[in-house]
């Protein structure tokens, strides 16, 4: 699978509790097939003690809108900056990374999902997808 290094734009970023916030993002050009399971990493600009990428599960993909989403749990300063960006802000990103969770062949498999805190958000994404293929799951 090709990694793209594309300028995302926020659409839309809100707070889902007092340490997290869901931020959805999208550009001009097609993004690239992007599985459950996989993750981008995200540019922290204009902070002199962040200098590394911050790796972020997707959890979510809309090829039809062209968006993607990422549930951000702030714990230093590289998701404080994430968490302070604003709606038309752009983020530098590298994606999609990873394998990605192995998904069924078809229907009629059942599945138990189980994340905690952040951890859960690739699972939102999991979800949508067995959903569409007709699997059954907790």
């Known amino acids: 699978m090709k990694k793209v290094l594309v300028d995302l734009t926020?659409?839309?970023?809100r707070a889902v509790n007092s340490n997290c916030v869901l931020m959805?993002?999208?550009c001009d050009m097609?993004?690239?097939d992007t599985k459950p399971g996989q993750f981008a990493e995200l540019r922290i600009d204009g902070t002199p003690s962040v200098?590394?990428?911050r790796p972020i599960s997707v959890h979510s993909f809309d090829?039809?809108?062209n968006e993607i989403g990422f549930l951000v749990q702030i714990v230093g300063d590289g998701t404080r900056w994430l968490g302070a960006l604003k709606v038309g802000d752009k983020?530098?990103?590298l994606m999609p990374l990873g394998n990605g969770f192995t998904?069924?062949?078809g229907p009629g498999a059942r599945y138990l999902l189980i994340g905690g805190g952040v951890g859960s958000?690739?699972?939102?994404y999991l979800a949508q997808q067995l959903k569409g293929l007709g699997c059954d799951f907790t």
């Open 63 to 65: 090829a039809g809108k």
């Open 30 to 32: 097609p993004l690239p």
């Open 91 to 93: 983020v530098n990103t």
């Open 103 to 105: 998904m069924p062949a």
């Open 121 to 124: 958000a690739p699972l939102y």
């Open 24 to 26: 959805i993002m999208g």
């Open 51 to 53: 200098m590394l990428r």
């Open 10 to 13: 926020i659409k839309e970023i």
